[in-house]
């Protein structure tokens, strides 16, 4: 399993004893509400999601990993793959008291180059609500491209992806 370190952030796989922090970021209300995830139990759910991610890091080498600022977790971000559209996404989500400090688009400019530089993937998605005017401006500072309107789980959302082609043209500041 794969750790990376940006300018701010440790990236690194969640482990069974970050569940009840990573419970209470992935199930507070504000980042629920985005993400249309409710659990009885956050705890039992986040180490279910903690298990799929590290199964994924053993079949594909990469999963969402959690992100850590001056080792406190503050949310999860990388790569997943979406059977649904036999895709891989790059997706984020914060504690809201990280929102707006640019941590999703740093987290997110390392799982792109680890995606197309380590990996040889073709192409990453990203998807969000329309209304999530945030997330929206995370994917467009990305280089990610609108292309049309889909359907994930009975929920409406955009899709913005990049290719290996657009990203490698990108300036290395932007890749960075």
């Given at each position: 399993?794969?750790?990376?370190?940006?300018?701010?952030l440790?990236?690194?796989?969640?482990?069974?004893?970050?569940?009840?922090?990573?419970?209470?970021?992935?199930?507070?209300?504000?980042?629920?509400?985005w993400?249309?995830?409710?659990?009885?139990?956050?705890?039992?759910?986040?180490?279910?999601?903690?298990?799929?991610f590290?199964?994924?890091?053993?079949?594909?080498?990469?999963?969402?990993?959690?992100?850590?600022?001056?080792?406190?977790?503050?949310?999860?971000?990388?790569?997943?793959?979406?059977?649904?559209?036999?895709?891989?996404?790059?997706?984020?989500?914060?504690?809201?008291?990280?929102?707006?400090?640019?941590?999703?688009?740093?987290?997110?400019?390392?799982?792109?180059?680890?995606?197309?530089?380590?990996?040889?993937?073709?192409?990453?998605?990203?998807?969000?609500?329309?209304?999530?005017?945030?997330?929206?401006?995370?994917m467009?500072?990305?280089?990610?491209?609108?292309?049309?309107?889909?359907?994930?789980?009975?929920?409406?959302a955009?899709?913005?992806?990049?290719?290996?082609?657009?990203?490698?043209?990108?300036?290395?500041?932007?890749?960075?």
């Open positions: 399993m794969t750790v990376l370190q940006t300018e701010r440790t990236l690194r796989p969640l482990v069974a004893a970050d569940a009840e922090l990573y419970a209470g970021m992935r199930y507070h209300p504000e980042v629920a509400k993400l249309s995830v409710s659990a009885a139990d956050p705890v039992e759910a986040a180490l279910a999601a903690i298990a799929r590290e199964l994924s890091w053993q079949q594909r080498r990469y999963a969402p990993w959690g992100l850590f600022h001056d080792g406190h977790l503050i949310g999860h971000g990388g790569l997943n793959f979406v059977p649904e559209f036999e895709a891989t996404e790059v997706l984020w989500a914060l504690h809201p008291e990280a929102w707006g400090k640019g941590y999703a688009t740093e987290m997110a400019r390392a799982a792109l180059r680890y995606g197309f530089e380590d990996l040889g993937l073709e192409l990453i998605f990203a998807i969000t609500r329309p209304d999530n005017a945030a997330s929206q401006s995370v467009k500072r990305l280089g990610l491209t609108y292309r049309r309107n889909v359907v994930y789980k009975t929920i409406d955009v899709w913005f992806d990049i290719n290996r082609e657009a990203f490698e043209k990108r300036t290395p500041t932007d890749r960075a």
